[in-house]
C-alpha cells in the first residue's frame, strides 16, 4: 500500500525562534501589531510504501525520529493517508 505522510516540524515552544520573531517585527512595522507570536518551522511531505498503516506510522516515526529533527530543539507532528 502506498501512502502520504504530512510532517510538521517545529521549534521547542521554550526554545527562542529568531526566524519568527524577525517575522513578527516585520509584522508590527507593516501594521499588523495584532500579531502576537510567530512560530516558523518546516513542512515535509513524504511518499511511502508499507504493508498496513500501522508499519506505515512506525516509519514515518523511525524516520522523523533520526533523521528530520534534532530532538533537543525540535518537535514533530505528522498525518498519514493512503495515496490515491
Given at each position: ?35 502576537i ?20 506510522k512506525?516509519?514515518?516515526?523511525d ?22
Amino acid at each position: 500500500m502506498r501512502f502520504v505522510a504530512e510532517i510538521d516540524i517545529m521549534p521547542l515552544p521554550n526554545l527562542l525562534d529568531p526566524q519568527g520573531k524577525t517575522v513578527r517585527n516585520t509584522l508590527h512595522s507593516l501594521q499588523y501589531s495584532n500579531v502576537i507570536d510567530v512560530r516558523i518551522g518546516k513542512h515535509i511531505t513524504l511518499s511511502l510504501e508499507a504493508d498496513s498503516e500501522d508499519q506505515a506510522k512506525q516509519m514515518v516515526k523511525d524516520i522523523s525520529e533520526k533523521v528530520l529533527i534534532n530532538p533537543i530543539v525540535q518537535y514533530y507532528t505528522f498525518t498519514l493517508k493512503e495515496a490515491e
